[in-house]
């Protein structure tokens, strides 16, 4: 039983870890990102990977005590974007998308992370834990695959309503007669 307990802890303590990880780095790539919207997403991401990182935290202490797991808390606030889409330009398109496809690996790890742990718990209430964590993930996984397409539909409409913005880099310095 001891040894369940310690197996247990030591799934939160990594998962304490990865979260704390996660939120970091988005915290560094929203001050990267131009795409408004991905900036929007990267913050709801910081804030969401904090309070996973508080729900784990709580559950730790709570099996430390000889409590079991309480999954009742697990949820994320609802995703709600707060600028429109748009663009400083065309210039970060490509490293907004880019930023936000290394956020959705991360994501996607995350995923795998919390279903080998589900695996591998012994005890019913940490396998819905670790089963709600997997999910959480999973939909933050989907929302940064949205916001991407979202990017590059932006960008491919900006492109198509002017051809002459995707040669903007070619145009500096270059007499614009002619278009």
Request: hydrophobic share 35%; charged share 35%; no cysteine.
């Amino acid at each position: 039983m001891i040894k369940k307990i310690k197996d247990l802890v030591n799934s939160f303590k990594k998962a304490e870890i990865i979260e704390n990880a996660r939120a970091k780095t988005y915290k560094q790539y929203y001050n990267k990102v131009s795409f408004s919207a991905g900036k929007d997403v990267l913050d709801f991401l910081y804030k969401a990977e904090l309070n996973h990182l508080k729900f784990l935290e709580i559950q730790e202490k709570r099996l430390l005590k000889g409590k079991k797991v309480d999954d009742s808390e697990i949820k994320d606030k609802p995703f709600k974007p707060q600028r429109r889409f748009l663009f400083k330009g065309l210039n970060n398109l490509d490293s907004d998308v880019i930023i936000l496809e290394s956020a959705a690996k991360l994501e996607k790890s995350d995923v795998a992370f919390y279903k080998e742990q589900m695996q591998k718990a012994k005890d019913a209430n940490a396998k819905n834990f670790f089963d709600k964590m997997a999910n959480l993930e999973y939909s933050h996984l989907n929302l940064l695959k949205k916001t991407i397409n979202n990017a590059r539909n932006e960008g491919f409409s900006l492109g198509s309503l002017d051809p002459r913005v995707l040669f903007t880099k070619v145009l500096k310095g270059k007499s614009k007669k002619g278009l």
